[in-house]
């Protein structure tokens, strides 16, 4: 059963944060995704650019706009994603306890509905 | 030939193996899908199929075999249908071909274990949100229709059936797993599932119809004991569970004296407990306290049978009471735990005592803000064990203006009728009682 695990937490710059912080941050990333690797639950992991540099389009009226910033302006954006596939809800919390940023943010535990497998959709779990 | 014995014993074999067994074969038939729905839906096209082929064929010797057989066909029909959409494979190949009924008599229930357990973890798990865990397990473990359980928690029925609905397939979805917790996690999970089954007992009284006898609240509050001696005997060495479990059966043995208008704990015939339950509650007490560090249940437990034991004794324990108070208090701190040392203190103490320590509580949560304090003044419970103070501390035109505003806030119309004539000044159903320590807030 795959979930992914949706980390939000607001956002700071390298600046505001410091160089100490920013690299104990980078050891607490590596360590886990090393630990999800070796646990054999890993499917994919990613760290997304700050929202200042994310672009977001809406359809109205059947335009297309293109705009700067995020979809939802709020304090907490999502900074990145893990997807995991394991037994139940039980082990899927146990693993998103541990993701480092749940120091400083929530993180989210969703359920997959469907994936891809060489470009063809298939049923989760 | 279908004679009304024959469909008469058909239907009370039914009616006992739903009511014995339908939280396990529930839990058996979901165990595999993660499907509460479905296990339901199969559950009861089975008693509907055992309505029809029981009253000519016979009850069978092994009546829940037979419905757990006849219930996995349907189960195993509706995934076939839906693998046909989905291409899904199924859950269990080893489950193609129907049983052949000759085995059903080997099928062995209590062999496979007693999977009711799981299931109440299950619903109270905490991505279930906790207002809708005691309604899950009643409907899911005890089999109680949405209506039913809707009228219980005042709400209307197709709201409750609704949040049912979205529960299960939270669990369906999310695959909330159908496992008890290894004993790390157990300290986390266990007070959810204690506190829900509490929640089924506390709803018994919350909506205590006037009607005594046969009523839903009866009902409610059976199959709280039940749950509750159930999870504690399954669990074996959890002393929250046996506290739980002694709680409950000490607060039933009590029952039989709670029919008809309200009298006071203190006041109650002591001839009409249950001494029975008397007696097996003090058993799952002792076997609470032999597991150690005593819980909150464990407490409120130990408290009842302070109450109890005036059956044998003839009087009513204060100062135990208060020393149980005052440690419950320290334990899990509440407002009807304060309340009802407050009282305590009225009796042990002086009546004054207990209205100071009634007044200190309201100043207390007044400095926590303006909604503390008007929370201590709209908790009935201590609008009634002031108002008792009052009058024995000799100041009857407060001690009415008290009684008739505990009255206006009693949810259960017996205590609004007992409290109304108190503020009329009578003291309705006692024989001349005098000293006694205040009702609690307990009946």
């Known amino acids: 059963m795959r979930y992914t695990l949706l980390l939000h937490y607001p956002e700071m710059d390298a600046g505001s944060l410091g160089e100490e912080a920013l690299a104990a941050g980078q050891r607490a990333f590596s360590s886990y995704a090393a630990a999800l690797h070796q646990a054999n639950v890993l499917i994919s992991a990613e760290v997304l650019q700050p929202s200042s540099s994310t672009t977001t389009l809406t359809k109205s009226d059947g335009a297309l706009r293109v705009q700067d910033g995020p979809f939802a302006d709020t304090k907490e954006q999502l900074g990145g994603t893990f997807v995991i596939d394991v037994a139940d809800l039980d082990a899927a919390i146990e693993w998103a306890g541990k993701a480092p940023s749940v120091d400083w943010g929530a993180v989210e535990v969703r359920p997959g509905a469907t994936y891809t497998v060489d470009g063809a959709w298939r049923p989760n779990a | ?443």
């Open chain 2, 1 to 443: 030939m279908t004679s009304p014995e024959a469909r008469t014993a058909a239907r009370q074999a039914a009616e006992h193996a739903a009511r014995a067994s339908y939280g396990r074969l529930v839990a058996l038939l979901a165990a595999s899908t993660g499907d509460l729905s479905l296990a339901e839906d199969a559950l009861s096209a089975a008693f509907e199929q055992a309505l029809v082929s029981w009253p000519t064929g016979g009850v069978p010797a092994n009546p829940e075999g037979w419905l757990l057989a006849v219930a996995r066909n349907r189960q195993r029909d509706t995934w076939k249908s839906a693998s046909s959409r989905t291409t899904r494979p199924l859950e269990d190949a080893a489950l193609g071909g129907g049983p052949a009924m000759a085995a059903l008599d080997d099928l062995d229930l209590d062999a496979i274990g007693d999977k009711r357990l799981e299931l109440l973890f299950t619903c109270a798990h905490p991505a279930i949100d906790a207002s809708i865990r005691t309604p899950l397990m009643l409907q899911v473990v005890l089999g109680f229709d949405a209506a039913r359980i809707a009228a219980a928690f005042a709400v209307p029925a197709t709201a409750m059936a609704q949040r049912l609905v979205r529960a299960k397939k939270r669990i369906k979805t999310a695959r909330i797993p159908f496992t008890v917790p290894g004993r790390t996690d157990m300290p986390g999970r266990l007070p959810a599932v204690l506190e829900a089954i509490y929640g089924c007992y506390a709803l018994s009284f919350a909506d205590a119809p006037d009607v005594p006898g046969g009523s839903d609240a009866e009902d409610l509050a059976g199959e709280a004991l039940y749950l509750a001696v159930t999870l504690a005997a399954l669990l074996r060495t959890e002393p929250e569970a046996w506290g739980l479990a002694a709680l409950i059966t000490l607060s039933q043995a009590r029952a039989p004296a709670r029919g008809g208008p309200f009298i006071p704990l203190e006041e109650q015939d002591t001839s009409l407990w249950d001494a029975r339950l008397i007696a097996e509650g003090g058993a799952h007490l002792r076997r609470a306290a032999a597991g150690g560090a005593a819980g909150r249940f464990q407490m409120e437990a130990a408290i009842q049978a302070v109450h109890c034991d005036r059956a044998r004794t003839g009087r009513t324990d204060c100062p135990a009471l208060r020393t149980l108070y005052t440690a419950l208090e320290a334990v899990a701190p509440s407002l009807g735990a304060r309340v009802a040392l407050a009282a305590v203190i009225g009796s042990t103490e002086s009546p004054a005592a207990g209205l100071s320590a009634l007044d200190a509580l309201r100043d207390l949560r007044e400095g926590e803000g303006p909604a503390g304090a008007s929370a201590v003044e709209s908790f009935q419970p201590y609008l009634a064990t002031r108002a008792e103070l009052l009058a024995r501390d000799g100041r009857p035109s407060e001690a009415a203006a008290a009684f008739a505003a505990a009255a206006e806030a009693a949810p259960q119309p017996v205590v609004r009728e007992y409290l109304w004539q108190r503020a009329a000044g009578q003291w309705p159903n006692s024989q001349g009682r005098d000293n006694g320590p205040a009702p609690l807030p307990l009946r």
